[in-house]
């Protein structure tokens, strides 16, 4: 099996399968593509076109194919001599529906089911209606309104002996102890002998069992169809559009191990840990022994068998303890990769973690993995191709035009009060009681009131810097002190100063102080799963402030809104991009890099077209202030104000600048019909996130309205044909500075320290947007029968509009990669020093293993340089005198260009970048010198 070189990352879904997969390996080889890194493979939900919604971690998922589907794939990459990484969930599954048979037994047992242990549940609330109960809130209305409207009918399944309450797509089983009371409404004197052994489980201690054998009895009696029809007819008793059925009805549902709610009565009441504030995906308790054995037996069979070679977490700070899930992990697939087939042998198997790093945060280097899925390293190539002199001009604008702060993390802290005190108030609830009880075992805090709690933890989440921190026995770790430091600070700022002496109790409370400094008992426990629940609190609590709401309500540049970035930091010098290539390679060497991904929200050549106005801001700001006039007849006056509003018509004309298809022209009405599909459900989308005007659970359908008619009249309608052609013409003289940087962060990634990951479809342009729309089919024929290695650059890049010239930019480069992978795996990282002219313009950097060496030089900030150019390349006389400082060992010795095969020589350890940048805005040289210092062909 070749070393892991370059990863692909493929959604797969009912409409993509395993064996679609398998027909394209060897087209992903010809890229150069190593491994293969698949979406969640195992049984998701029906029809779910990602995968996250597991409902049966014990099979692969049938909608894909199945396992002989998979072993289908990995027999044809083995055929290449390619390997297999497999996505995972680890934090949650789906719950509600009908599919998750183990959710269904919680449901129907409470705590003496097998699998109550399984889920984040607390059996015990503070609320009395929920003592030893589960809340259940996938009610469409209130419970009394659906009992009223007979929405919760009580249903038969004959086939397995089995009472359950239905709500449309959900189930709701009965308990087999309260089988009797409708048993007894029958007219069959079977059935109702049979509910007198049902009423006996009550008192059972151990009722498990003898309730499957009493449910395999009525499933038997059931055969008979009279006796069915009696007991149909029985539950017509249970019809709750009568008095008589909505009583007798709710007494059976209150009888239950769970309390039917409506959806919207989750983010207060919920007692059971969900991934962020979604009511269909329960958090496990996957640091139990018996959990982690359980939900990882099939992923375990597939690398003991040798079918999967690597595996990525998802959503890591939703664990309990994330360092020790990882090293029990580690552990576990060392000991199975021992074992593997002798056709499936590799040294080693690579685990990476979905983490979002903050800025100056390092992944901790002692969770025995391979580093993170890279997107952290898509927020330092985005902070390098951004012109530092465009920030104040953008600013200004935004804040000028949409009336919103132009401080980020304004935005941050407001988004982060609402969701506290919204979706996620049940969990923040949670941390608060728990918060209490730790007061009430120590007599000098126990007049702590909860009020006072709740203000001061809502101050310090507010203010938290970083997803979360990771503390253990000995307390927070050393690295996480100066973040947990920042909070206390800024909450200091906001929160009343007679609570200021309860941040020092939450300062010791929550990893100041050591748990093994406390006694073991009751005091320990509740200190340990206060800090537990505190750290799972912060890290949706910043995702869903952050990535799901700010992002989408501050637009200064949307270019920096993007997942794991900083939005607040707007750039970085190359020196700074150095620092953190310098530090991957001494710390995570393998850490994947990644500059597209499912949860983007916008694609990596979307990115990169608008990141050039930051170098074009005040073309930009000439140009929304005479477009927004344009469009004034557009516009529509609601109650609630202007729609759409100033700032969301300033992101639109954001997006439509660096979406606008390279081919598509203004006047081309079936595919600008396509077009506006496309922007019309990114804009639904980001003005429900932005939680302003609409939201998803309360949408505003007048502003969304509006919004759509605004779009389409712009993209669509006659009467805007010249404003649609301005936009049109201001998009292509965009997109030549544009490809300039994708070219440039596709070099990059493909050979910085680390495993370049290459998302689906991404070889060629990506202008996509949020999810769904970069989960779109991908023209994968399309893609491989374009594939050219012979072309020649200048001609590729003559005809940039369809993509090829990246295609083959990455092909080129991962050729390299596959036949030199030490040089890139363990080969030093040396920074190169730009001088002259254009420095600025210019990233430069050598890696060098055993003598092998590669410089890589690549245009930034390129924009004026390129001038009116219709192509993506810079005039050589324009770089003037700049020109890149080389290391002493290639003082004279000519370096070969990979990409075109020109060779040049440079002078005094110089090269020129005219030199450098032929047919290309970037390039690589090779050139490989033997111990005695003589250059190798």
Known sequence: MKPLSATLRLQFHRDFTLDHATELVGYFASLGISHLYASPLLTARPGSMHGYDVIDPTRINPELGGEPALRRLVEALRREGMGLILDIVSNHMAVGGRGNTWWL??????????YAQFFDIEWNSP????????????????????????????????????????????????????YGEVLRLSDDAELRSLAQHFDALKTEPAPYQTALQLRAELAKRLQDGATRQRLEAALGHYDSTTEEGFRRLHGLLERQHYRLASWRTAGDDINWRRFFDINELGGLRVERPVVFEET????????????????????????????????????RVDRLNAGRPAEAAQDHVPIYVEKILAAGERLHDDWGVDGTTGYE????????QHDPAGKAVLC??????????????DEVRQARQLVLTGPLAGDFETVAQALLQVARHDLMTRDITLGAIRRALLELIVHFPVYRTYIAAQGRRSADEPFFQQALAGARTTLGEADWPLLDHLDRWL??????????????????????????LTSPAAAKAVEDTACYRSGALLSRNDVGFDPQQFSAPVESFHDECLARAEHFPRNLLTTATHDHKRGEDTRARLAVLSERAEWFAGKVRHWRQSADALRQELADGSAPSAGDEMMLFQVLLASWPPELAADDREAMGDFCQRIIRWQEKAIREAKLRSTWSDPNSDYERACHEYTEGLLLGEHCQALRGEIAAAAAELAPAGVLNSLTQTLLRMTTPGVPDLYQGADFWDFSLVDPDNRRPVDFAARRSALDLDARPEHLLSRWQDGRIKQWLIARTLKL????????TEGRYLPLKVAGEHAQCLVAFAREFEGSWLIVVAARLAAALLGDSPTPQIAAERWGDTRIQLPDALNGVPLTRLFDGNTVTPKQA?????????????ALFQITINSSGDQQR
């Not at 990882?296 to 069979?301: C, G, L, R, S, V």
């Not at 390293?377 to 390098?384: E, G, P």
């Not at 604008?397 to 993390?409: G, I, K, N, Q, V």
Request: net charge neutral; with cysteine.
């Open 511 to 536: 990893g100041g102080e050591p748990l093994r400094s406390l006694p073991p008992g009751p005091a320990r426990r509740i200190r340990r799963y206060a800090c537990v629940r505190f750290q799972q």
């Open 817 to 824: 990669r596959l036949a030199q992978p030490r040089l890139f």
């Open 105 to 114: 037994d919680v449901l129907e047992w409470g705590r003496r089911s097998p």
């Open 127 to 178: 609320d009395p209606l929920l003592e030893g109960q589960l809340l259940v809130p996938f009610l469409g209305s209130d419970y009394g309104e659906a009992l009223q409207q007979g929405s919760i009918p009580l249903r038969l399944d004959a086939e397995h002996g089995a009472l359950y309450a239905e709500h449309y797509e959900h189930r709701f089983p009965i308990t087999p102890p309260s």
């Open 910 to 922: 110089a090269l020129h970048a005219r030199q450098a940048l032929g047919a290309l805005p970037v």
């Open 396 to 409: 200004g604008l935004w804040s000028e035009t949409a009336e919103r702060p132009e401080d980020f993390m």
């Open 296 to 331: 990882h037996a099939k992923i375990f069979e597939l690398i003991g068998e040798g079918l999967v070679d690597g595996l990525r977490i998802d959503h890591i700070d939703g664990l309990a303890n994330p360092r020790g899930y990882c090293r029990r992990l580690r552990r």
């Open 377 to 384: 390293f898509m927020n330092q190539v985005s902070l390098l």
